[in-house]
Antibody, heavy 117, light 111 residues
Framework: EVQLVESGGGLVQPGGSLRLSCAAS????????MHWVRQAPGKGLVWVSC????????KYADSVKGRFTISRDNAKNTLYLQMNSLRVEDTAMYYC??????????WGQGALVTVSS | QSVLTQPPSASGTPGQRVTISCSGS????????VDWYQQLPGTAPKLLIY???QRPSGVPDRFSGSKSGTSALLAISGLQSEDEADYHC????????????FGGGTKLTVL
């Protein structure tokens, strides 16, 4: 089955760190750009970061630049998002997505990150 | 504040045709294709329309998309109760370091 499964979400204090993982299966993971998109409670979708299929190129939204790091392990078919210096405003559901020609064809079920003291 | 502008809510009765608008600019909708995502309550978004007006396999032809200039429109005909969801428009934005811009989402209520 073609799917993406996120893990690693949870409750963390402001200033803390968390690492999200996204396990891919059912398709050739190493052929696709992968993205993280987040959705704060009751709000719209916001692009966070993306990484080239071979991991050599990365991009970040200004709001997370310098704090978040996207990476991937194509041998393990897994996408990661290392989140440091977390802020209350980073509280959101984080989705990993597979993109092709700028369209998000496949979404994971999401990982909830709550930043609160 | 989302880059693309959608109405926060829309509603219709079963069988009715409803439309949801998405307004942008020359750097996003005016220059690139528009996608629409459907998000049923408590679930992840799902691709509904891509490249302005194309439906992925499995999406009913009750759903259609169109674009004119810097605006896009999602139309749902023969509205059904299971269509109650949030709908998000998206388009690549050439001015945003090369990534996708989203609308704020429209909550569709089936009365």
């Amino acid at each position: 089955e073609v799917q993406l499964v996120e893990s690693g979400g949870g409750l963390v204090q402001p200033g803390g760190s968390l690492r999200l993982s996204c396990a891919a299966s059912g398709f050739t993971f190493s052929s696709y750009w992968m993205h993280w998109v987040r959705q704060a409670p009751g709000k719209g979708l916001v692009w966070v970061s993306c990484i080239h299929s071979d991991g050599t190129k990365t991009k970040y939204a200004d709001s997370v630049k310098g704090r978040f790091t996207i990476s991937r392990d194509n041998a393990k078919n897994t996408l990661y998002l290392q989140m440091n210096s977390l802020r209350v405003e980073d509280t959101a559901m984080y989705y990993c997505t597979r993109s092709s020609s700028g369209t998000y064809w496949l979404w994971g079920q999401g990982a909830l990150v709550t930043v609160s003291s | 504040q989302s880059v693309l502008t959608q109405p926060p809510s829309a509603s219709g009765t079963p069988g009715q045709r409803v439309t949801i608008s998405c307004s942008g600019s020359s750097s996003n909708i005016g220059a690139n294709a528009v996608d629409w995502y459907q998000q049923l309550p408590g679930t992840a978004p799902k691709l509904l329309i891509y490249s302005d007006n194309q439906r992925p396999s499995g999406v009913p032809d009750r759903f259609s998309g169109s674009k004119s200039g810097t605006s896009a429109l999602l139309a749902i005909s023969g509205l059904q109760s299971e269509d109650e969801a949030d709908y998000h428009c998206a388009a690549w934005d050439d001015s945003l370091n090369g990534h996708v811009a989203f609308g704020g989402g429209t909550k569709l209520t089936v009365l």
